[in-house]
DNA sequence: GAAGGTATCAACAGGGTGTCGAGTCGTGTC
DNA sequence: GACACGACTCGACACCCTGTTGATACCTTC
């Protein structure tokens, strides 16, 4: 239940000439994406969106459930994306800490970065909508299950000091990146700006798991 | 605009017999408190409120303008008690700085453990509330101010080595510390258990401000 | 050309917000 | 002891938003 494919849409003729289904689909998708650019998801109503993919408020439920689905999608897009560019870099920790580690929040930081005002309506989004909230804490238990892993791999070869349980570590270290983002792209009052952000994480991040440096 | 004096309230005769005035205003912050033990705020309604102080909707309207006021007015009381718990630490953090930081945290985690249903309210509220939301920064502002003179002085006497600036730093733990109790206290999944957080994050801290220990 | 999935929307039901205006009730005043 | 006034109360209203229903139209495919 609640899985994301939207591509169950089979069946179309080929080059169908004007084709309606789910042009109509990925026009709330974009709508929803360019009204949340100027303002928050709670100021954008369902006929908001149904209007903007020039279809009427009911219409809109036939394609989703509520609005929170809608971006439920565009947000399952994201992290895709985001999974990709991340790539191996954690697991590859020991090959060098401080470039690696950069590689890894950089990564996350690009994408988030890259479609901001999704990535804020998604949080705020997460205290009303149950699913959005498990997709987030999905999200969130893998990139902490793969910091664990190298925290723990590097205090066995000796690389990096014992300390506090590396799952807590590592739990608050991605807890740290994401609220430290959030205010960043959000613009909200005491946040580090944009240009610095990525080092100041590398730099607590390296000094947490090795100690010096 | 928008202090907090419900005090404005004068004139009462001396041992009134069934006042009726601000024990209202207290019943509905009472009865806030109390519904939010066991559901979040946006599942509260404005006649839940009024029914629970046993007035009428449109009462409600005169002594609070909204939900979101009378969440304003039950936080401002929470930081009240905060900044007295948490006292000097931070300022005397050269004195002992593993005691002394862990003295601040402890502060912070004890005050919002004892009000979780409030200040998890606050952290939803923000999101809606331009009021909410700008008291929160001040608070943070507050204490990243205070964390940032800190450390630049630990710098200054050579207890604690330079690196990113002070204030970004300052500002990326106080993040950290805010997001971790977050997820500590909503119970949600990636979360540091209530036993351990105080002394993972004092851990981190030490760490990132003065390199090993 | 009938069947069946795809797609559409007017109209409704329901719940929430915030306001208005008419009222009640003590209290201090002359 | 009438009266005015501020504190307080609430029925009724205007609105906005959500989600559903049922009638309908449009393709295709056989």
Redesign the interface.
Known sequence: MAASSPSARASRGRRAPRATGDDRERAILATLEELLEDR?L?AISVDDLARGAGISRPSFYFYFASKEAVLLSLFDRILAEGRAGQGDAIERLADDPPAQLRQGILAFFETFRAHRAVTLAGA?AR??SAEL?AMW?RV??A??DEVATAISSERARGAA?S???AR??A??????N???LH?TFAG??????ED??V???V??WL??IY???
């Not at 909200?188 to 700006?193: H, L």
């Open positions: 928050p709670h705020e205290t009303t909230r804490s969130m238990e990139w902490v000091p300390g506090v349980a807590d570590l739990t608050a270290l991605v807890c740290m994401e609220r430290v205010t909200d009052s005491p946040s580090v700006g610095d952000v080092d100041v994480l730099a607590i000094r947490a100690g010096d440096a």
